[in-house]
């Protein structure tokens, strides 16, 4: 993987973070993305270097598709003067943020958060950046076990990130002639942030939630870091508009 570089949105917290430095471990140069914290994506910068790897970080709202083409001139900069490159390799669209609401309760701008984040933005900011991806890169877009798993309250959350698991096919027959692999990635429930932090703060969901996994506790954010670090190795150059659910064995 070395001298390759990835993208990575929402790098700042959680699970992007852990993808950054698993990445960074094996010598991947990683441009990651934050919305608000700037200060935590500067550490992981740190970090990286401190690993002996190149990081940068850059602002990105990834539901303000109205900011992408700035965002693209910002990556082709940074890739021309921090990177001695004109293109990168792997683009993860990661960063989102949850939702829950009863879908008889759902309001239209909690609708078009949802959408705007996780369907719109990863189109839309995959678009705009394509030119910048070398050919026989690799797309990664992170989608959810909820698209599985049923659970009250989590139902649009779940509707986008199943259409964004279904793009994930039609990208990769669009994207073959450019031997550009486009794959989703769908974890199952992890101690993050995520949810106001309801999985890893709250014992008694988290007892509950361990219990439907066959491995019999819920993940950490290494387990998915480590995971899109190996989905995006040369060694899984086949596979393509393929969903790794890596969860653990929830629900299975
Ligand atoms: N944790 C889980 O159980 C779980 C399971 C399945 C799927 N996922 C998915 O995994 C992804 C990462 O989740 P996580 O658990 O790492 O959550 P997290 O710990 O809350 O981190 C979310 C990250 O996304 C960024 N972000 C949120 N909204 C953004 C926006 N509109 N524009 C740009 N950046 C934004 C945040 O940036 P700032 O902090 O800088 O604002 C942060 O870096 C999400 O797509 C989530 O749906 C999570």
Request: charged share 20%; hydrophobic share 45%; no cysteine.
């Amino acid at each position: 993987m070395t001298n390759k570089i990835a993208i990575i949105t929402g790098a700042s917290r959680g699970l992007g973070r852990s993808m950054a430095l698993h990445l960074a471990k094996r010598g991947v140069g990683v441009i990651g993305t934050y919305r608000s914290g700037a200060a935590e994506a500067e550490t992981l910068r740190q970090e990286i270097e401190a690993l002996g790897g190149k990081s940068a970080m850059i602002a990105l709202d990834v539901s303000a598709s109205a900011g992408f083409p700035a965002f693209a001139e910002t990556v082709a900069d940074t890739l021309r003067t921090q990177f001695g490159r004109e293109r990168f390799d792997y683009l993860v669209n990661n960063a989102g943020h949850g939702l829950h609401a009863l879908l008889t309760d759902t309001t239209e701008a909690q609708f078009d958060s949802i959408i705007d984040t996780h369907l719109r933005g990863p189109i839309f900011l995959t678009q705009k950046l394509l030119p910048l991806i070398e050919d026989g890169g690799r797309i990664l877009n992170v989608s959810s076990g909820f698209v599985r798993v049923t659970m009250a309250g989590y139902g649009l959350y779940a509707a986008a990130k199943a259409a964004i698991q279904t793009m994930t096919k039609f990208m990769a027959v669009e994207l073959g002639a450019r031997q550009i692999r486009v794959n989703t990635i769908s974890p199952g429930a992890i101690e993050t942030d995520f949810g106001g932090g309801v999985v890893r703060d709250d014992e008694h969901v988290n007892a509950f939630v361990a219990q439907t996994i066959a491995l019999g506790r819920v993940g950490q954010a290494d387990d998915i870091g480590g995971a899109v670090a190996a989905i995006l190795s040369d060694e899984m150059g086949w596979a393509n508009g393929a969903t790794f659910d890596v969860s653990g064995g929830q629900a299975v």
